[in-house]
């Protein structure tokens, strides 16, 4: 018998010995980091309120509890019997009962009514049908990727079961190694911006935290093929963490699929699906371009089968020696701040992927509050000496007097926005400005993927900043829904309509003015003095946007052209709109909120390594916490290997 089977069997037998004798366990399975626990008495299981976190907490294991199949009622008749213990202000759109498991899948508006006050209502279903019932928010907006993703993943349970049986016996395997030792290499985003990925490693274990591309430098991709890295195969890989979806960090994640990793993708729920929306949108754009893409969509739909989603505060085994806990990281949807807890108590690691300390519009500030951190891997892309964003209020003040000044010219103002966390950071400030009659109304119109990036926000309220998910629980009050707010579905027919049209906001991807639909905005509203191109977000070197910033004011046809799909050729487009940035809106935290950052955390790291920033942030930042918190700093070189222990 392999050690995992009497380890089950074990756990079978300990967990029987703590149940009342009329509660008998079945099965007991790994399923991923979780326990699962089959039982032919589930109803009396529910009515055992504190079962199950007594028992959680006696085998400090993540449990959940199952019907037996054998024990199940028929689903027409159950479906009766659940519509009448839930509340009908729950508005449930949807019952999907899963026999296999015992689950029934409960879609609804409210799915706050549907778990009840401490999960009461939820346990009141099992109690009465038996069933163990899931809850999921049915979107306020209709998100076609929210829809693909949970269709793909019910076509897909019986595979994707499989997938977390294995990987739950590869975490609940036998330790093989007494070395103790920690190491962190560096495989992208040392001393530059973008293509992040970092190789955790122990003697049992070897993690991959995040896997992105490089904006603005085509063919610029994290150091896989290393011998410290992927040299040996993605095999080699025991898991992979993702911090969040933006491209710099996912956009080669199903490029491990390819290459025959078989493992799990540790990141939250929105961020699963922001990466499906991210990465397919990022095979469209390179086909469009006349690149050859890196991967197919098909290895973007093995990465979304391999996600295992973790909500911010949940302690989970992800190895034999290696516990992940995901914050919030106030940067975008679902974005988190990742803390390693190794060994039993030998060391304690925190990658910080991107982080924004302060609350924003969106999104309740970066979480620093860990019982331990010896190192801490910071991002610097605000890390500069003089890297010191002006305030919100400010910003939104210069906002609003760009938009006036335009608007008083007949001109319309185009922003160039990240479609993820950018775009509805803006929207919720046009929204109350325009409320508030601060700004005219006028229409917004959204192109690219702006709109369903906000249909997930609303998806996933419980992940934005507090008041916001109050509001987005109202439909009346959702500012998402405000009837200024047009969806471009990437006609040049309706983007003609609009240029012809009156003064008006266009908010459009590629944030950086690296491709999209932003270059066919340039083409017709470029050579307009009366409308004003403005830019709210950082711009890295080497992109489009970073020359406009610095005084680029003719751009070659072809940049437009093989974006637009008009063929491109030679000239240039002269750009005569007014060119404005306005800070303060980035998703990352300036140089004091990532010292603050540091200076907040008790205890303090013992040491913190600056990435993700070009050489000056780094090094200055670096310089910075050694000289003020008298801890030891590093600005790492990729490639470079520290050793712990």
Not at 51 to 72: E, F, H, M, N, Q
Not at 131 to 147: A, D, F, G, L
Not at 350 to 370: C, K, M, P, Q
Not at 411 to 426: L, M, T
Request: charged share 25%.
């Amino acid at each position: 018998m392999s050690t995992v089977e009497q380890q089950l069997d074990d756990l079978k037998a300990e967990i029987t010995s703590e149940l009342p004798s009329d509660i008998s366990v079945s099965s007991v399975k790994y399923e991923g980091p979780e326990l699962v626990v089959y039982t032919h008495d589930p109803k009396k299981f529910a009515q055992e309120g504190d079962l199950v976190r007594k028992l959680a907490s006696k085998l400090r294991k993540r449990i959940t509890v199952r019907p037996d199949p054998s024990v199940l009622s028929r689903p027409e008749e159950a479906r009766e019997q659940i519509m009448d213990v839930i509340p009908d202000d729950a508005g449930v759109e949807d019952l999907d009962f899963h026999a296999d498991t015992g689950e029934v899948v409960i879609e609804a508006a409210k799915p706050g009514m549907v778990i009840g006050r401490h999960g009461s209502t939820l346990r009141e279903i099992t109690k009465t049908v038996g069933w163990t019932p899931e809850v999921v928010r049915t979107p306020p907006i209709e998100s076609s990727t929210v829809s693909n993703v949970r269709n793909f993943l019910k076509h897909e349970r019986d595979e994707r079961r499989d997938v977390l049986e294995r990987v739950g016996r590869q975490i609940h395997r036998e330790e093989m190694s007494d070395d103790e030792y920690v190491r962190i290499t560096t495989l992208g985003c040392s001393r530059e911006v973008g293509r992040a990925a970092f190789i955790l490693s122990t003697p049992e274990t070897r993690i991959l935290i995040d896997c992105g591309d490089k904006p603005g430098a085509e063919g610029e991709v994290p150091y896989l093929h290393a011998p410290e890295a992927l040299g040996a195969g993605p095999q080699t890989i025991d898991a992979v963490v993702l911090t969040h979806a933006h491209l710099d960090h996912s956009a080669l994640i199903p490029l491990l699929f390819k290459y025959g990793y078989d493992g799990p993708i540790y990141c939250t729920e929105p961020t699963r699906d922001l990466m499906g929306l991210l990465t397919l949108d990022y095979l469209d754009v390179a086909a469009k371009e006349g690149r050859t893409p890196p991967y197919e969509s098909e290895q973007v739909r093995e990465a979304i089968k391999h996600c295992i989603p973790l909500e911010y505060g949940d302690v989970t085994d992800i190895a034999p020696d290696v516990k992940l806990t995901f914050h919030n990281a106030g940067h975008i949807l679902g974005s988190a701040v990742s803390h390693f807890h190794i060994g039993d108590g030998l060391y304690n690691v925190a990658f910080s992927g991107d982080i924004h300390y302060e609350d924003t519009r969106l999104f309740n500030g970066a979480v620093n509050d860990f019982p331990r951190v010896e190192t801490l891997v910071l991002e610097s892309t605000y890390g500069g000496r003089n890297d010191y964003q002006t305030d919100q209020a400010d910003s939104e003040r210069n906002l609003t007097e760009v938009i006036n000044e335009t608007y008083e010219r007949d001109g319309k103002v185009v922003i160039p926005a990240f479609a993820v966390g950018r775009s509805q950071e803006i929207m919720l400030v046009l929204e109350e400005a325009m409320r508030e009659g601060d700004i005219p109304t006028m229409p917004v119109h959204l192109d690219g993927m702006i709109w369903e990036a906000t249909a997930i926000h609303t998806t996933y309220p419980e992940y934005l900043r507090d008041d916001l998910r109050d509001r987005i629980f109202h439909d009346d009050e959702n500012p998402f829904l405000a009837e200024q707010f047009n969806h471009i579905d990437g006609g040049e027919e309706e983007r003609q309509d609009v240029v012809d049209g009156e003064p008006c906001i266009i908010l459009s991807t590629s944030g950086m003015v690296t491709g999209g639909p932003i270059m066919s905005w340039l083409s017709h509203i470029g050579p307009d003095p009366d409308s004003t191109l403005t830019f709210v977000g950082y711009q890295a070197q080497g992109t489009l946007g970073r020359r406009i910033q610095n005084g680029w004011d003719e751009i070659p046809v072809s940049d437009i052209g093989r974006h637009d799909n008009s063929g491109g050729g030679r000239g240039t487009l002269s750009l005569n709109m007014n060119v404005e940035t306005v800070d303060g809106f980035s998703g990352h935290a300036d140089r004091a909120g990532l010292e603050n950052f540091v200076k907040t955390m008790n205890p303090r790291p013992e040491k913190v390594l600056c990435v993700h920033g070009d050489e000056r942030s780094v090094q200055d930042l670096s310089s910075a916490l050694y000289h003020d918190y008298n801890m030891r700093t590093f600005a790492p070189k990729n490639l470079e290997t520290f050793r712990f222990l």
